[in-house]
């Protein structure tokens, strides 16, 4: 499994961004996929996660409810993650994930920066 992010980039605060994530290969592990983030000096953390399925359940980290949307297109093999209303606080790179942090695949990051 191959992942490739992109989207990233500098927005000031209440602005919005879309990630997306681009995905080939084969594996259950697409089954479970999901968006985690960096920021400088922290650990990664996961952002939200959606299944597979034509109505795949979402769930998301408290601070970013009601503000980041999670969605996927499995006829285009992409996943995506619009991000509103964004604080400087959301400031990270942004990783795609496929089965989990701890056995999962990794794309490489996208960083989104916020200004105040």
């Known amino acids: 499994v191959q992942l490739q992010a992109s989207g990233g980039g500098l927005v000031q605060d209440g602005g919005s961004l879309r990630l997306s994530c681009a995905h080939s290969?084969?594996?259950?592990?697409?089954?479970?996929m999901g968006w985690y983030r960096q920021a400088p000096g922290k650990q990664r953390e996961l952002v939200a996660a959606?299944?597979?399925?034509?109505?795949?359940?979402?769930d998301y980290r408290d601070s970013v409810k009601g503000r980041f949307t999670i969605s996927r297109d499995n006829a285009k093999n992409m996943m995506y993650l619009q991000m509103n209303s964004l604080k400087p606080e959301d400031t990270a790179v942004y990783y795609c994930?496929?089965?989990?942090?701890?056995?999962?695949?990794w794309g490489q990051g996208t960083l989104v920066t916020v200004s105040s």
């Open positions: 994930n496929a089965g989990g942090a701890l056995r999962g695949f």
């Open positions: 959606i299944s597979s399925g034509s109505r795949g359940s979402t």
């Open positions: 290969g084969s594996s259950s592990s697409l089954n479970h």
